[in-house]
């Protein structure tokens, strides 16, 4: 072992070196595995599937993009961005008075138990937390049973459109979709958002006030946008999630697909890789989109 003391001082001369040799592993299996793969789906994305043998054409075409402008694939991404969209609104209005309670208010065991209380969902199975949801959703479920009871299923007919007695359920609905990723994803949004606020000064919300500011005033020129940061750190993870997620649409959507079903389906069932590889791209490029405008306004800081 006698090279260790000459190779221990050379590596401690040259702290670069030092560097290298430990980022080169993980760098290396990054761009082999995760980047190889995403270079290999584009690849995929820019050929064709012959119509007549079902082949795939490794010719470099733009057609398969082409197709994602028909009225079907179009609707499939509009539906798919809307939802993702609603979805990181919504988590952001529940997410930022219970952040701010934490930030402000919680201290010493009650901090705990707010840590406990938004990361406890997440120690759970995926799969488990949807399929309970698909459970209480359900026409014979609790939530439908608390509707008939309290007499309010007129309020899931009228302004839902959802028949809960004699039809579907909330389990096979657009708006039961909306509230099992609104659940699954809530905490993605919490956490930042509470960590922005953290860094909110006292002092700055005093002198507000002290300056005739009145409560409104202060949210909205003061707190919200020295939070905004958190707000959108929360919503990259919010949108990016029910951008390309595939079970929830699966277990509690309806008929009408989502982009992670639309490529499950094309690449799967119908065999047509390009059209599923062109329609993984659509998610890539949107929070590529995203993450640009975020960083703009400062959102990995909160993160």
Do not use: C
């Not at 990181?88 to 402000?104: D, G, K, L, S, W």
């Not at 459970?135 to 479920?141: M, T």
């Not at 389990?171 to 699954?184: A, D, E």
């Amino acid at each position: 072992m006698s090279w260790l003391r000459p190779a221990s001082d050379a590596l401690w001369r040259h702290p670069r070196l030092l560097l290298a040799l430990l980022l080169v592993p993980p760098v290396a299996w990054l761009g082999v595995v995760y980047l190889g793969s995403l270079f290999a789906l584009l690849a995929q994305s820019f050929f064709s599937i012959d119509e007549f043998s079902g082949l795939i054409v490794h010719e470099f075409t733009l057609k398969t993009y082409r197709e994602l402008l028909n009225p079907a694939n179009l609707d499939i991404i509009l539906r798919t961005v809307t939802m993702a969209a609603v979805v990181t609104v919504a988590a952001a209005v529940i997410a930022f008075p219970i952040a701010y309670y934490a930030a402000r208010y919680a201290r010493g065991p009650w901090k705990a138990v707010f840590y406990l209380g938004v990361m406890l969902p997440l120690w759970s199975s995926y799969l488990v937390k949807v399929y309970s949801w698909k459970l209480i959703l359900a026409k014979e479920g609790i939530l439908s049973w608390l509707f008939e009871t309290l007499h309010l299923t007129w309020l899931l007919d009228a302004y839902l459109a959802i028949p809960v007695l004699g039809g579907n359920s909330l389990s096979v609905s657009w708006t039961g979709t909306f509230l099992v990723f609104l659940y699954v994803w809530l905490p993605f949004m919490v956490l930042p958002v509470q960590a922005s606020l953290e860094r909110v000064p006292l002092s700055v919300i005093e002198a507000s006030g002290d300056l005739g500011a009145a409560p409104g005033q202060t949210f909205r020129h003061v707190i919200l946008p020295l939070a905004l940061p958190g707000v959108i750190a929360g919503s990259i993870f919010t949108f990016s999630l029910t951008l390309g997620d595939y079970i929830i649409p699966q277990i509690i959507g309806t008929s009408r697909l989502f982009i992670g079903q639309a490529v499950y389906s094309h690449q799967g069932t119908a065999g047509n890789i390009p059209l599923a590889a062109a329609f993984a791209v659509v998610p890539i490029v949107i929070m590529g989109l995203y993450l640009w405008a975020a960083k703009r306004k400062g959102a990995f800081d909160a993160l």
